[in-house]
């Protein structure tokens, strides 16, 4: 056990190979972020853990072959765009295994008592990479991939995940959509991109009632969201009693963010930050596993991540 108050990072240089010319979700976000980090001490007296790529097996846990086979051969042929938003460059299939693996190093560092709590700078995101598709700037699942691990590896009976990035996380929603064993509550502007997300998607079969949207119309404040943190999301989270908490750290719900609509301000990340680490502190011992998701206006992000891990060392 080491640095137990303050959150583990998981980080890799690595991760800004994923090329994608001038789109937002571009290599300069993780620089950025690691600016902010190191101007802020946020380095310094911590645990940084580098990655490792996830296996095969903890990707097809969550993904049809086809989806790993389309990505390593758009990236090993020398890059393709798979829709119009989600671009390949030659280094993305293993970038894109390095950062389903750091999610995986996040919650393995939580799971064998290194870390109380770890945040995995990673990219390409995640949350929109469906099991039979790769989409809105994300290869692979990274969020559904750790989850999974965590109960396949770990022998977790029960995780929850929260994505309160703008964007409703449809990959990881139907990655669990018929599974009473995950819980995935997402906070997003609606309608908006990817078109999912509305309240009346709930999961189905055993799965029913563990999927829980809350979708937020576009210019919501800090004082919206905080009302839903605490009549909605708390609340489900105890009762479900997870084992692991998981989230989908999106930073796209700022107010100065290009892509939506929004009015969340740096502090507030920081608050639901605070309100989730203390719902894992009752619940799960802490165990508390946060994941980069989007967020493309270079100084928020920066911002955010630094009030985040401020208020998760608290
Ligand atoms: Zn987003």
Known sequence: MSNDARTTIVWSDTYQDHETGSHPESPERIAAIGRALREAGMFDDRTVLTPDPATLESVLAVHAPHVVDLVQRAAHQGGAWLDPDTYVSPDSYEVALLAAGGACRAVDAVMNGEARRAFAF?????????????????????????????LNAHGLNR????????????????????????????????????????????????????????????????????????????????????????????????????????????????????????????????????????GYNLRALGESVVAVLGALDE
């Not at 990673?122 to 691990?149: D, S, T």
């Not at 800090?222 to 908490?245: C, G, K, S």
């Open 122 to 150: 990673v990219r390409p995101p995640g949350h929109h990479a469906e099991p039979e598709q790769a989409m809105g700037f994300c290869l692979f699942n990274n969020i559904a991939v750790a989850a999974e691990h965590a």
């Open 159 to 294: 995780v929850a995940i929260v994505d309160w990035d703008v964007h409703h996380g449809n990959g990881t929603q139907a990655a669990f959509w018929r599974r009473p064993d995950v819980l995935f509550i997402s906070l997003h502007q609606y309608p908006f991109y990817p078109g999912s997300g509305s309240a009346s998607e709930r999961g189905a079969g055993s799965g029913e009632g563990y999927t829980l949207n809350i979708p937020l119309p576009a210019g919501s404040t800090d004082q919206d969201y905080h009302a839903r943190m605490l009549d909605t999301v708390i609340p489900a989270l105890h009762a479900f009693a997870p084992d692991l908490l998981l989230v989908s750290t999106g930073f796209d719900a700022h107010t100065a963010d290009p892509l939506a609509m929004m009015q969340v301000t740096t502090d507030a990340f920081a608050e639901w930050a605070r309100l989730l680490k203390d719902a894992a502190n009752e619940l799960c011992e802490g165990r508390m596993v946060l994941i980069l998701e989007g």
